[in-house]
């Protein structure tokens, strides 16, 4: 007896059906053919233990197992549930009504358990697009694909609980998951707030500009100084997400196997930082064949990624990040494939000035002009013309330490930089764009008019900085986000002179 069960298989972070075929006939062995790797292969030894636990006869004939289509790669663990049921159904041990109703994934324990797989958000929203009735998944899966409408998601902790949803659906409504359940866990914030950082006036003003615009931000300075701190202070002023750029974020965070990490974070935007050990594959993404996941870039997708000691990085991983930050994606070739996942982050890094990293500071500084130079030259042009915001970070004076006056608290800059996001929420409500910083020189034109005064002033700064065309497109941009926090509706010459003033490396250039 032919019986056909629907499973999926993620490819980046969108997901294609794939039919398991069970057939039992006349015959010894079982067969399982569909180009599947090993962690399928293994399943038949795990279905037949798993079945065996919950009270199930393996059948003394021919099963063949096809995963179709054949012609795709099948990996991982989550096809381990639909082969147990078409194992029962084909074996005619139990009669499963409307199966090619239902899409089912979940790894099998050998006691009958069902464990958690990854990328149920992408299969549920495939689900739900293609007319599926429901969706059963492990129940910690289930629960990041609670915010999928329009689909029933039963979240199942055992075999038992799935044969329990065909032989009597109208009593399994204990599990449903329920929009709302997923995300329970709050995500905690940072614990640095912008009043406990004494000082660095002039580093909160561009981490706000880059958080209200979301604008790439460079600082150099001292040990000490307060990078650091000032890039975790950050991650309390960035607005929330979109529930658009939520999904997006869900779903990649759920290919990931990090569901429920983004479960936590809720409409919280995401904050990585990788050590600067990081390699290339774990930064950009990669992995073997069709099973391809995504780097740090595409984990930061709608937030911030922070590096810490930028120059200390091996410099196939510090180049690999210029494409991401131009195209707002990420593509990852291999001989068979090509997998393209989101990647529009803001990019916040940190970095010495030289190699015993004092230089600025009084006459600390042990380093000759050419080991400064060859230190920062580590940082590549094209990479530094990128960053939008360029911040020398002094250390602070013993003075202001002991008796400095309090500073503006996070919760203030928060409600200006949110202020600035719904402006540009309005903006750009008919474009594919959330903010400034992703706005190509066809919309800058659209969105940013300069006036006779603003021209001739910009005119002046190109001529004086010596600043490549992709540096005058993001002066543009980041003026566009200045006036946007003051709330003005176009352009002034004076929000373009602070735009430029962060380019202090351009002016080291010149």
């Not at 929203?125 to 629960?143: K, V, Y």
């Amino acid at each position: 007896m032919l019986i056909q069960v629907y499973g999926a298989k993620c490819i980046g972070i969108e997901a294609v059906v794939v039919t398991v075929e069970v057939d039992v006939t006349m015959g010894i062995g079982i067969h399982l053919c569909g180009l599947a790797d090993v962690a399928v292969k293994e399943s038949l030894i795990r279905t037949v233990s798993a079945l065996s636990s919950s009270g199930f006869r393996i059948p003394g004939k021919k099963i063949v197992i096809n995963l179709a289509p054949a012609d795709l790669h099948k990996s991982g663990s989550g096809y381990d549930l639909p082969i147990a049921l078409g194992i029962i159904a084909a074996s005619e041990q139990l009669s499963f009504p409307d199966l090619d109703k239902y899409l089912i994934m979940g790894e099998l324990g050998l006691d009958g358990s069902v464990r958690q797989i990854p990328g149920a958000l992408p299969i549920a929203d495939m689900a739900s697009s293609l007319g599926f009735r429901a969706c059963i998944l492990p129940r910690s899966s289930a629960l990041e694909a609670a915010e999928v409408s329009g689909l029933r998601i039963y979240g199942v902790g055992s075999l038992d609980e799935v044969i329990r949803i065909f032989s009597c659906p109208e009593d399994c409504d204990d599990l449903l998951v329920g929009r709302g359940e997923a995300g329970e866990s709050a995500c905690p914030d940072s614990g640095v707030d912008f009043a406990d950082i004494i000082g660095q006036e002039g580093a909160k003003r561009g981490l706000e500009i880059a958080a209200a615009g979301g604008h790439n931000l460079l600082m150099i300075g001292s040990p000490g100084s307060g990078k650091s701190t000032l890039a975790k202070a950050m991650a309390d002023i960035l607005p929330p997400m979109t529930p658009q750029e939520a999904l997006l974020t869900r779903k990649i965070y759920s290919v990931a196997g990090k569901g429920d990490a983004a479960c936590a974070m809720k409409y919280r935007r995401p904050f990585r930082s990788p050590h600067c050990s990081a390699s290339l594959a774990a930064m950009i993404g990669g992995g073997g064949g069709d099973n391809v996941q995504p780097g740090e870039v595409s984990l930061a997708h709608g937030g911030v990624l922070f590096l810490d000691e930028l120059t200390l990085m091996p410099k196939s991983v510090l180049e690999s990040l210029r494409a991401p930050l131009e195209d707002r994606k990420v593509s990852i070739s291999r001989l068979r494939t090509k997998v393209e996942f989101p990647a529009s982050f803001t990019l916040v890094a940190a970095a010495n000035p030289c190699p015993c990293g004092y230089y600025g500071d009084g006459d600390r500084c042990t380093c000759t002009p050419a080991q400064r130079m060859a230190y920062l030259g580590r940082l590549s042009g094209p990479l530094i013309d990128r960053m939008d915001l360029q911040i020398f970070v002094n250390s602070v004076p013993p003075r202001r330490i002991l008796g400095g006056p309090k500073a503006e608290s996070s919760a203030r800059v928060a409600a200006r930089v949110l202020a600035a996001r719904k402006i540009q929420e309005r903006r750009f409500r008919e474009e594919s764009i959330n903010c400034n910083a992703e706005m190509n020189n066809r919309q800058i034109e659209k969105y940013c008019p300069l006036s006779p005064q603003c021209s001739d002033a910009l005119e002046r700064i190109l001529g004086t900085m010596h600043l490549s065309m992709r540096a005058y497109f993001r002066i543009i941009r980041m003026a566009r986000t200045i006036a946007d926090l003051e709330g003005a509706p176009q352009i002034e010459p004076y929000h373009l002179e602070e735009a430029a003033s962060y380019r202090f490396l351009d002016r080291e250039k010149a």
